[in-house]
């Protein structure tokens, strides 16, 4: 193997490495921000049964 192939072979697998970490952290993104507003979407309707109880003055 001549080292201008095993150069191209190199860039080659950084590309393909790129190209699997990207769209992995773009899903990982995309859950992370799915589970933050999954939370505060728990957070919202636990304030909400919080004031519909008996615990009302913790609304204000």
């Known amino acids: 193997m001549s080292p201008g192939t095993r150069k191209r072979i190199h860039a080659y697998d950084w590309l393909l490495l790129l190209f699997f970490i990207l769209p992995g952290l773009v899903v990982l993104a995309a859950f992370e921000s799915?589970?933050?507003?999954?939370?505060?979407?728990?957070?919202?309707?636990?304030w909400a049964f919080k004031c519909l109880g008996a615990h009302r003055d913790e609304c204000r």
């Open 34 to 46: 799915a589970f933050t507003l999954i939370v505060e979407i728990a957070k919202g309707v636990g």
